[in-house]
């Protein structure tokens, strides 16, 4: 089944980079979007090339999970790319190669799916009525999702003054010729912040209605709505409605996996709610996937594992208290998220700087690009729970799931010994709802590393990047010269 699939996707992922490079032809050569975009599989076609583009280096197939770990206190990067060299120094300018596409990128991704919607309902033939609803709502989630994803980058964190603090620029009509917002038929200003996440939370919502809850691997299904809902509930500390999504998710059929390895080992496991689809034949490439900078084997290994998130991160996940206990009964633990999936077992011996080794082929470069996984939603709501005032028990209990697959014991032999009992927590462990709420944002910390959350946690929680507080200049990024220079509607951030 995932054999046919993938060739359908490869196919139609070829037809559409040939019918996107007519569609660029000068005026006389080029034809109605009525005869480009006549049938359904014309549409089939430029959704998967829409998907495509979703899934390059620059959005969500790399950068949009690695910058957020480089940027913070997750991850050190050694590579040398300067543009990620400025980017996790906090030093990136207007010129930066990954900031500028970032922006052209994402509004391609937006354009495809804008010129989706505007042509559905063109569309006349048999096969519209069984698939007209879920193409509307795949372009939805696309252009939800990316308007979200670059509005954490190019404007402030969401706050009190998102309604009036600038985002990005909003764009809801499509362009049939190669599209930059720097278009002069178009000047876009930018939207606020808050204009931004409205028009995400109004695509997904419709998204969420409209998609099946099954689709092609990496492609977009109610649930993979749902959870972006919940993400950017959760991202404006609306813990309430983040809590209903997440309860959602969580009763949706999705179960972890036996091992925090086999969710990365496995594509489309159990525990997956969306992630993007990569295979030998199409992937960011060499210089271009996670692999390639997480991997020790890809480049040598560009992310290396911060000294602060082993210290205050990995050595901190099991107290002291529990330590204590273990050692009584003559046990030792083993986190297997450190056993399996750095460079070193989790040693930390290596002088040289450990790797995350989530991303393990390296070879290809097929790791699929992780965006909402079971796991993530589970700490969710945990913690949403404590702020809503709900049951701690229960609240602990989800922190329990996460923490009871990743540590396993073993006894004097060396032989697995359940020691569940011990790295368990209980409601009297927190002397207050704030410690509870450490523990769970601790363990999202260890159990979501390199997967694209921390900086966005650190900016929700309002607590300090890099030294310096949340909303600083340099934790935004500038608007890229490029647009700047060919777009006299737009305005810089400050401290460019």
């Known amino acids: 089944m995932r054999k046919t699939s993938l060739y359908i996707l490869v196919a139609a992922s070829f037809l559409f980079s040939a019918c996107s490079n007519f569609l660029s032809v000068e005026p006389q050569q080029s034809l109605s979007a009525e005869e480009v975009y006549s049938t359904t599989q014309d549409l ?168 099946p809850e099954t689709n092609l691997l990496g492609r977009a299904t109610k649930w993979g709505a749902i959870a972006y809902l919940a993400e950017i509930a959760f991202q404006q500390r609306d813990y309430v409605a983040a809590s209903g999504f997440a309860t959602q998710l969580i009763d949706g059929g999705f179960a972890l996996t036996a091992t925090p390895a086999e969710f990365f080992t496995n ?34 290994g560009d992310v290396i594992v911060s000294q602060d998130l082993i210290n205050n991160g990995f050595f901190k996940i099991v107290p002291q208290s529990q330590l204590d206990e273990l050692t009584g009964a003559g046990f030792t633990y083993v986190d297997q998220r450190l056993s399996t999936l750095t460079s070193d077992g989790g040693t930390f011996a290596d002088s040289g700087g450990v790797n995350i080794e989530k991303y393990e082929d390296f070879v290809n470069n097929a790791d699929n690009a992780p965006v909402h996984r079971l796991a993530e939603y589970i700490l969710m709501q945990a913690e949403c729970i404590v702020r809503n005032g709900g049951d701690k028990a229960e609240a602990v209990a989800l922190l329990n799931q996460i923490r009871n697959r990743a540590i396993v014991g073993r006894d004097a032999n060396g032989d697995a010994a359940d020691i569940s009992g011990i790295v368990s927590y209980e409601v009297a462990d927190f002397a207050d709802d704030q410690a509870l709420i450490d523990a769970i944002v601790l363990e999202r910390r260890v159990e979501l590393c390199f997967e694209g959350n921390r900086l966005h946690d650190l900016n929700r929680l309002q607590l300090p990047v890099q030294g310096n507080p949340t909303g600083s200049d340099n934790l935004v990024w500038p608007v890229p010269q490029r647009e700047l220079d060919n777009n006299s509607s737009l305005t810089q951030n400050p401290g460019y």
């Open 44 to 211: 089939e076609t430029a959704l998967v090339g829409a998907y495509n583009g979703l899934s390059g280096s620059d959005l969500m197939g790399c950068n949009l999970t690695m910058v957020p770990d480089i940027m913070s206190d997750n991850g050190t990067w050694r590579g040398s790319f300067t543009t990620f060299i400025d980017i996790s120094n906090l030093d990136q300018t207007p010129l930066n190669g990954e900031v500028t596409e970032l922006w052209r990128e994402g509004y391609v991704a937006i354009n495809d799916a804008n010129i989706l919607l505007s042509q559905i309902d063109g569309v006349e033939d048999a096969d519209i009525a069984a698939n007209g609803d879920r193409i509307r709502g795949e372009a939805l989630f696309i252009r939800g999702a990316v308007y979200f994803e670059m509005v954490r980058y190019f404007g402030k964190p969401y706050s009190e003054s998102s309604s009036s603090d600038l985002g990005i620029p909003l764009v809801l009509n499509a362009t049939f010729t190669t599209f930059d917002t720097s278009d002069p038929a178009s000047f876009p200003a930018r939207a606020t912040v808050e204009a931004i996440y409205d028009q995400a939370i109004s695509d997904l919502t419709e998204a969420s209605n409209l998609l």
């Open 267 to 300: 594509e489309g496991s159990s525990e997956s709610i969306y992630e993007l689809f990569h295979n030998s034949q199409d992937n960011p490439g060499v210089n271009g996937s996670l692999p390639t900078f997480h991997h020790v084997q890809g480049r040598g």
